[in-house]
């Protein structure tokens, strides 16, 4: 038989009201224990932290705000390459912040910090964060995740699948991506098209392959192993898997780097072969960061909303309830002067 504790610890997100049910209190006055604690009774603050703790109740960000009347500090936790990428969380995530009054807080981990999840996680929440955004390859660690989630902290996710741990995410569809550009340069009749991957411990670079495959069995193109090159989502690892699949017997026409700083490095390994972009090569990359903008060529890319996507991420940190774990953005195929069809 289950009871009504049992039906509430098992919920994910319990409410405010049902903290002030079992404390015996009103809804506002666990409000005021949570925001100005000092105006309550010490008998009723502890009647109140002790339902808090029972219940497991992590306050909704957005009623505590306006509630106490104060700033919150979110934070924006990260350990990635590519300072394109992480240029445009912040762009988005500050605009967020800023239109609701919050603090950003930043905050790098090492390699060896993810080495030891509960130890970050114990020092971000004696931080004061009220919630935290996880930018990938950090929000594909289960490990890390669930020790921000025993610590307390509610997180949100920026990642490109289900990682398992049950938490808040935001992402694009990276599958439909990579099989909308590998289908655009199939269109315009390249036949051997190399792709640059990424990191193997990252979700994002096998999902992108799976669009980039899926594109040639359904143009009815083989497979061909020589042409898929390992990158680590950096410029030089861009140039240097170019120099591998230029030095093939039979180079590919086209090349499709799962990011942009790598496409960068491709176009940068085909300048240096005295090769023209795009009249002997075309190439085309993932993300439309600014890089994919200012080089030259300029660069065809999928335009993944990464400022966007930060936002909605403040957003969802603010969401009462479970109803919405995942937001999926649109991405779009932009076409620039990097691409054209391959010389006869």
């Not at 610890?9 to 319990?14: K, Y």
């Not at 603090?103 to 993810?114: A, F, N, T």
């Not at 997180?155 to 289900?162: F, H, K, M, R």
């Not at 496409?263 to 600014?290: K, M, Q």
Request: glycine share 8%.
């Amino acid at each position: 038989m289950r009871n009504d504790t049992d039906t509430l610890t098992r919920r994910s997100q319990p409410t405010l009201k049902e903290v002030a049910e079992r404390a015996g209190v009103s809804q506002m006055t666990v409000s005021r224990v949570l925001n100005s604690p000092d105006i309550v009774r010490q008998e009723t603050r502890e009647r109140v932290r002790a339902a808090i703790t029972e219940l497991n109740y992590r306050p909704n960000l957005v009623a505590r705000s306006l509630a106490g009347g104060r700033s919150l500090f979110i934070g924006l936790t990260y350990n990635n390459p590519s300072s394109g990428y992480l240029g445009e969380l912040l762009i988005g995530a500050l605009k967020s912040c800023r239109s609701g009054g919050h603090h950003l807080v930043v905050e790098e981990l090492s390699d060896g910090d993810v080495e030891e999840p509960e130890r970050v996680a114990e020092r971000l929440r004696e931080g004061g964060l009220d919630g935290l955004l996880v930018a990938p390859p950090l929000s594909e660690n289960a490990p890390l995740i669930e020790a921000l989630r025993a610590a307390g902290i509610p997180c949100v996710l920026i990642t490109p699948a289900e990682t398992g741990t049950g938490a808040r995410r935001v992402a694009i569809d990276e599958e439909a991506a990579a099989h909308a550009m590998t289908g655009q340069l199939l269109r315009l009749g390249h036949e051997r098209i190399g792709f640059v991957s990424g990191p193997d411990t990252q979700l994002a670079p096998d999902i992108r392959m799976q669009g980039y495959e899926r594109a040639l069995r359904e143009a009815g193109q083989p497979f061909r192993s020589e042409l898929i090159v390992p990158g680590a989502f950096t410029y030089r690892s861009g140039m240097e898997a170019t120099e591998r699949l230029l030095a093939l017997e039979e180079p590919p026409t086209a090349i499709f780097a799962a990011n942009d700083d790598m496409a960068a490095g491709v176009i940068a390994a085909a300048h240096r072969a005295a090769l023209r972009v795009p009249e002997d090569l075309s190439v085309a990359g993932f993300d439309d960061t600014e890089m994919a903008r200012t080089i030259w060529p300029s660069l065809t890319t999928i335009r993944q909303p990464i400022a966007d996507m930060a936002a909605c991420a403040v957003d969802l940190l603010g969401e009462d309830g479970q109803e919405r774990r995942a937001i999926v953005l649109d991405f779009e195929l932009v076409e620039r002067d990097s691409v054209a069809p391959p010389a006869s």
